[in-house]
């Protein structure tokens, strides 16, 4: 493998893994919050990315459309934490997994509704492509890189320091002395939704322009973000970033290393390594000890 | 006896009753019922949309010209949601309907998986899709399809390549039924005795899952070969990502090449903003205005007017193989009457039909319709639509 290969393999990698990093910032928030997977996370993405097109195929501007669809994308996320994590708070992990998933299905029927069957692809961000190593890394890369960096270092940073930070976290692991404490638990899973649906959109629509997205592109996105999530550990939104990357790169590599038809299989034997193999490993450490 | 007895008066009213309604339920004889089984949703979605526009603009014209010897025709839709089981179950219902033929499905694998089935009912089915490429009769006796296959697009691809100088291809193609046809017909050309064997190197070959939208890591192993032409084994707007991503990796001076089912409104849409370097073999309806007098342009003319007053679009290769699946039965059920047996031995006898894709040449030996001959080198003028290329 020559520099300039491994280089570009890196870049693929990272960019990748910044979208996967999104959505698994957004699982980590409401998971940390609800103890629950809201597997309609990649929707929040999906629904961003299809309502800025329209606003563009308006001629609306790049930032009215942007800023109407992270706007719209955060009350959806209000009905979604109502419809499917408030009225089946008091369910088990099971019944409350089976709601979400009924919500993700909802989403697709009037995704499918609205934009019909048919991808969009927001044009890219204007800007000269710079070259790393022999490697190429486009503007529309960079953006999203770093905005993604930012958000995955940053929100974890505010959570842990800011009033609202604690307050969520106190809700996640005792929801009871939190309102004993006055903190309305309700208030601070949505909260958490809102967070979780910004961050998805901001990520979706800087990474829109490198793919293509329809109406069921979310349930790709919420799978590749919980294996990156799962890598991070999950409910940890400082692990979301090093998760993404992580799956990312190991998607990238695996793709340069096996027939890419099965680049995903390295994928699934990193995710076996790590929820299966390394909790028994650090188990019979402990045993020994 | 009692019970014997009541039985035999049931029985007998709802023979009387089942009478009745043959009487009473007259209307139903008076169409013939054509099934379509196509893909409607599902990943494939857009294939099915396409056909069903097209196939509905010509049925209405038949209809309005007075059906077939005055009898209309009634089409059953069905989607087979992209899938082979539930193709298999659409096209059971479609055969105890009655039809006198199946036109479709869309995709390969469900092609494969309803030709047991019209087989066994002995009803034709006139495939819509790229990949199911029926020798003849002895193979599948009620099969037929109108698209051309792989094997005479990639051909034309091959044609183009070597006219051209584009001597080092690369390939990258999915893991479904279409890619492995790609990657049959691939093999067959350029290896071994392939007729293009010594005139093109294979430079490079990738395999991609179509639910996976991230295929740079294949593109990347591809471009390390320095190719001059890729060649994407895909149908549907994965060509746009393969494109797009190429792009993205400085592979944009490269033309991608493709199938002529990828000639669709959509796929030009979201070419807007890429490179747009996309060739294709076509067929005649994507360049319409460009075609000299004659009959074929007359009945391309007169569709893509209809087409354009039904949908205000313009159609492409995909409502072509629409058209011109229910073209053939038309031309057959007017010589031969709506008798599926009587329709199966007017094919194998040998005909002509003019479509608009291609003139459509059947026999015994040959239940395809098109060949490298019929097809045509365009490039696409992304948002706009298709120009056709010097040969």
Known sequence: MSTQQFAQLLISGVTSGAIYASIALGLNLVFAVSKSLNLAQGEFATVAVLLSASGLGLGWGLVPSFAVAIAVTCLLALLVEWSTFHVARERDVLTRLLVSL????????????????????????????????????????????????VLGIGVPLWLGRSTRGLSLRASADNPLGARLYGIRVQNVRRFAFVGAASVAAIGGLLAAPLLLVRYDTGLFLTINGFIAAVIGGLGRPAGALVGGLALGLVQAFGAAVLPGQYKNIAIFLVLFLIVVLLPRLQERRAVAA | MRNWASAGVSLMLMVSVAACGDSADGSSDETIKIGVVSSESGYAAWTGETERRAIETLAEQVNADGGIDGVLLEILFRDDQSDPEQAVGEARELIDEDVVAILGPSLTPTSLAIEPIVAGAEVPMISMSGGYQPAGSEEAPWGWSIVAGAGPAIAKVLDYAVANDLTNLASITPTDPLGEAGDKGLEALLEGDGPYAGQIERVGHEKFNLADIDVRGQLQKLNAGAPDLVFAGVSGESVVAIRKQMDELGMEEIPLATYHSNTTPQVLELLDGTSGDLILPGTAVNVASDLPEGDQREEVMTFVEAYAEKTDEAPMSTEGFGYDALKVLVEAMREVGPDPAAIKEWLDEGQVVMGINYPMEFSADKHVAGGVEQLLMMSADPGNGWTLLEE
């Open chain 1, 102 to 149: 009924a919500g993700v299905m909802a989403l697709h029927g009037a995704f499918l509704l609205v934009w019909g069957k048919s991808s969009v692809s927001p044009a890219a961000i204007p800007g000269p492509a710079i070259d790393l190593l022999g490697a190429r890394i486009s503007a529309q890369a960079i953006w999203l890189i770093a905005v993604v960096v």
